[in-house]
């Protein structure tokens, strides 16, 4: 599975300093083929906030995966139909998540989208995509990293406070899915 980096979650977890949380989505990349995790150009350029820029930066130099446009230029049917889609008149980085999710999966390429954004993680499901944001990742990091649950419950907190804003409500549930994996990473031991 491919996974398609957006920049809400970039920004979330780059502002914290913790991009490399995201590396439990790699998957091994066979030869010739594009990387597991991909960011497309326009998402990259939507990443402006600091530190998480400048953490960008540097794990892109770090890490093996992909960033070159896999969507070919402005008149390409995909991003045409994405940009009808999502009501847009120009190409953005939604636009290329969703045109990326059509062209892999009618190349029956399984492809998750890694978004806070509703929209885009709706349109991304009903075309097909797995969905997941910020939370999934610290959960799917709990679980498989073995980070313990405190730790993961200090990474929800700390997202929080530097700019992902949750309810109550969506902090309670991140806590219990954090408390459940952790519970489930000392069960797998």
């Known amino acids: 599975m491919r996974a398609v980096l957006d920049a809400s979650v970039l920004i979330a977890l780059g502002q914290i300093g913790e991009l490399e949380l995201l590396r439990i989505l790699e998957q091994p990349v066979v030869e010739d083929a594009i990387g597991s995790l991909y960011i497309p150009p326009a998402v990259a350029a939507e990443v402006t906030t600091e530190p998480a820029a400048t953490n960008l930066d540097r794990f892109v130099e770090n890490t093996q995966f992909e960033t070159s446009p896999v969507v070919c230029p402005a008149g390409d049917t995909y991003l045409l139909n994405a940009r009808s889609i999502l009501g ?20 029956e390429i399984d492809v998750a989208v890694v978004s806070d954004d509703r929209r885009v993680r709706t349109v991304a499901q009903s075309l097909g995509a797995t969905v997941t944001g910020t939370i999934g990742v610290i959960v799917r990091a709990v679980e498989e990293l073995g980070i313990s649950e405190e ?35 000392d069960e797998g031991r």
Not at 91 to 104: C, K, S, Y
Not at 159 to 178: I, P
């Open 88 to 107: 847009e008149e120009e190409t953005n980085g939604d636009v290329q998540i969703i045109a990326i999710v059509e062209l892999w999966t009618d190349s």
């Open 151 to 185: 730790n993961g419950k200090d990474l929800v907190r700390r997202v929080d406070s530097h700019g992902l804003h949750m309810t109550g409500e969506l902090r309670e549930k991140a806590y219990e899915l954090v408390e459940d994996a952790a519970t489930d990473s």
